[in-house]
């Protein structure tokens, strides 16, 4: 069946940086786009980020563009998410997605990872 | 960016009787293949959130038939004909139609 595990979460201060993987497996990793969303403690959705299946497409929320990069290796069925110049309003769990068929998310998550921001 | 407007943020209801939900977009989620890539998530505490209603309307395989999506163009909605007490929890829309995709602020469903 889908799994999708997320890890690298943790404490860090602000400014420094943070990598968090995301391993999959039960499916065909390299023809899915793959998201990145996370949840602040006690608050909504954000969607972060998307990479195309094979990995040339990438887009950002305006709130971590040009701070984080969404990377993917195929033959490791794995998605990473770099994250630098990390901010108190980036501590949130990390959920690493897969993109639904018909559009949209929803059907497979990880369980996150946390980040928390603090000095 | 587009942004999704929930209302209510809050629900209380009696357990059987229904519950609307509504959500609106800043621009029109049709996409120029002519989907609108509008879905519904449900989110239980300390859990993911789990994929109800995709593309307006389209039931998700296992989702109980008491749930429902309609809308078009703008402002879309999300119906439980008759809450039950494992409906509780967070409903999120969510537009998948233009980059960066977005959520809704989410609207809590609770038995009164």
């Known amino acids: 069946q889908v799994q999708l595990v997320e890890s690298g979460g943790g404490v860090v201060q602000p400014g420094r940086s943070l990598r968090l993987s995301c391993t999959a497996s039960?499916?065909?990793?390299?023809?899915?786009?793959m998201h990145w969303v996370r949840q602040s403690p006690g608050k909504g959705l954000e969607w972060v980020a998307v990479?195309?299946?094979?990995?040339?497409?990438?887009y950002y929320a305006d709130s971590v563009k040009g701070r984080f990069t969404i990377s993917r290796d195929n033959s490791k069925n794995t998605m990473d998410l770099q994250m630098t110049s990390l901010r108190a309003e980036d501590t949130a769990l990390y959920y690493c997605?897969?993109?639904?068929?018909?559009?949209?998310?929803?059907?497979?998550w990880g369980q996150g990872t946390p980040v928390t921001v603090s000095s | 960016d587009i942004v999704m407007t929930q209302t209510p943020l809050s629900s209380p209801v009696t357990l059987g009787q229904p519950a609307s939900i509504s959500c609106r977009s800043s621009?029109?989620?049709?996409?120029?293949?002519?989907?609108?890539?509008l879905t519904w998530l449900q989110q239980r505490p300390g859990q993911p959130p789990r994929l109800l209603i995709y593309?307006?309307?389209n039931r998700f395989s296992g989702v109980p038939d008491r749930f429902s999506g309609s809308g078009a163009g703008t402002d879309f909605t999300l119906k439980i004909s008759r809450v039950e007490a494992e409906d509780v929890g967070v409903y999120y829309c969510?537009?998948?139609?233009?980059?960066?995709?977005?959520f809704g602020q989410g609207t809590k469903v609770e038995i009164k």
């Open positions: 039960g499916f065909s990793f390299s023809s899915h786009g």
């Open positions: 593309k307006i309307s």
């Open positions: 997605a897969k993109e639904f068929d018909y559009g949209g998310l929803g059907v497979y």
């Open positions: 621009q029109s989620l049709v996409h120029s293949n002519g989907n609108t890539y």
């Open positions: 969510m537009q998948a139609t233009h980059f960066p995709w977005t």
């Open positions: 990479i195309s299946n094979d990995g040339t497409g990438k």
